[in-house]
């Protein structure tokens, strides 16, 4: 059960009932209640109620006529009858027309009571926590489905194009323009490499088991720069990093080497060519309770209208030289699952920062 | 053979390098202007305008910034000199079955052509 108490409405016309039903009631419940049936949809317009108690025999309308009216606006709400001399016609009309939980017997019981209140809020609660799960569901599909089209999109147009250069090579009899293709088919291949590699760290990082262990900045850095070092657009790019590290960071390596990869890969990639000397600057001070990460670099930058949309999926800042959009949303699911935040700032045409704050993960 | 205009729209520079390459030398075509930007092909086309020759446009689908959907609702509201001198073909590697039909059903795209690019298979919908 929830912290918050469960939230009743009572009706009843005799108010010595609705008395001696707060006295029994109130420190276990939130209760609200009212002698009129025309209060009662007031209330009901302004508050949010888990159950409803309304006595059957009221002036103006019965119990199961006030349920029946207003079982349809509020559906969520579980409806219980406290009645004094049941006949059968009533009891039918209640469960037909009213559609009432439970029948609470004149003079009722403490147990029972309680217990009607236990249940009902289960079956209220069950049907609101499945309602929210049908709309997580829901998203989760959607967005499965986006993943899919944007990813076949991804997967089909590198092999495309390999596809491509291969009917144009064999039109072509000159040695010198086959090796020309053959170096397009590497790109190409390549940019598909990625891609799947892409994949499958979002993979790992959404449904894989976190592995917490002692992280050692300077070994993961020295070990993600060893990579990046032979990619073709390295070019003079100078990479210098600053490590303060004071005590245990513990945290999950796997995730964290997927942000500096693809934070460092992009920095190599969005590189400025025209300026003469490109930099990626790597500060991170860590201690205990956390990690700051600063990757600075003086590339091209990110326009302001791109700056809130770089971390969807499947979203490409440029037009040249891009990749497939999936990056830097894995690097933002990575950061959110180990309770961190990223945060940019950036002027376009000089450059980058992006600052994450990591908590250390003490168990 | 008369020969054609063509304007190759598409954010790959791989493409636009290959296909560029295959159309001129299927000699259907001398002049191949290519955009790695569908926003900046539609400025050209409005800034040409009178100037512009009868161009047969081969259009990408999935690009950042404007795709070739949002091209083609763009395309809607030019001149109609515009648009009596353009003929758009859509190329892409899109195998999903909405994409198929949206580009089927628009009355602004001639046909869906798959990549890679076949000349006969252009050629044919030309009718040249």
């Known amino acids: ?363 | 053979m008369t020969l054609i205009d063509i304007i190759l729209i598409d954010d790959s520079a791989f493409d636009l390098f290959i296909y560029e390459k295959l159309l001129i030398k299927s000699g259907i075509t001398r002049t191949v202007k290519t955009f790695n930007s569908a926003r900046e092909a539609l400025k050209y086309l409005t800034t040409e305008e009178s100037r512009l020759p009868e161009t047969v446009i081969l259009l990408d689908l999935q690009m950042p910034d404007m795709n070739g959907f949002e091209f083609i609702e763009a395309f809607g509201s030019v001149s109609e000199e515009i648009k009596s001198k353009i003929r758009i073909f859509m190329l892409s590697s899109t195998i999903d079955s909405r994409d198929i039909e949206k580009a089927k059903s628009s009355p602004d795209i001639l046909d869906l052509l798959p990549k890679p690019l076949e000349i006969d298979l252009l050629k044919r919908k030309l009718a040249i």
């Open chain 1, 1 to 363: 059960m929830s912290d918050k108490p469960i939230r009743i409405l009572y009706i009843d016309d005799e108010e010595h009932n609705l008395h001696s039903f707060k006295a029994t009631f109130r420190k276990q419940y939130d209760i609200t209640t009212t002698i009129s049936v025309i209060d009662a949809e007031e209330m009901l317009e302004t508050h949010d109620f888990n159950i409803i108690l309304a006595d059957q025999r009221m002036p103006v309308m019965t119990g199961v006529q006030f349920f029946e009216k207003i079982r349809d606006r509020y559906p969520k709400i579980i409806r219980i009858l406290i009645t004094g001399h049941t006949d059968i016609g009533a009891a039918i009309d209640a469960i037909n027309k009213g559609e009432v939980f439970r029948f609470i017997d004149k003079p009722w019981d403490y147990t029972y009571v309680e217990n009607a209140i236990t249940h009902a809020y289960e079956i209220y609660k069950t049907r609101e926590d499945l309602k929210q799960r049908n709309i997580e569901l829901q998203k989760a599909n959607e967005e499965l489905d986006k993943f899919v089209y944007s990813a076949s999109h991804d997967l089909r147009a590198p092999l495309m194009s390999v596809l491509g250069i291969v009917n144009l090579a064999l039109l072509e009899d000159d040695l010198q323009s086959q090796n020309e293709y053959l170096e397009l088919i590497r790109k190409s291949v390549k940019k598909l490499d990625t891609f799947i590699i892409n994949i499958i760290d979002y993979y790992k990082n959404a449904r894989g088991v976190p592995v917490i262990t002692d992280i050692d900045f300077e070994e993961l850095i020295t070990e993600v720069q060893a990579t990046i070092q032979y990619l073709p657009e390295y070019g003079n790019l100078k990479i210098t990093s600053t490590i303060d590290q004071k005590g245990l960071f513990r945290s999950d390596v796997m995730k964290l080497r997927i942000i500096f990869n693809n934070l460092i890969n992009n920095a190599v990639k969005f590189q400025d060519n025209t300026k003469s000397e490109p930099y990626i600057n790597l500060k991170v001070e860590a201690s205990p309770t956390g990690a700051k990460i600063i990757v600075e670099d003086n590339g091209a930058g990110i326009r302001e209208i791109d700056q809130d949309k770089i971390f969807k999926m499947f979203y490409r800042a440029g037009a040249t030289n891009s990749g497939s959009g999936i990056g830097l949303y894995i690097v933002h699911e990575a950061i959110e699952k180990l309770g961190g935040t990223i945060n940019i700032s950036s002027v376009y045409g000089e450059g980058s920062i992006f600052e994450l704050n990591i908590p250390s993960i003490n168990k």
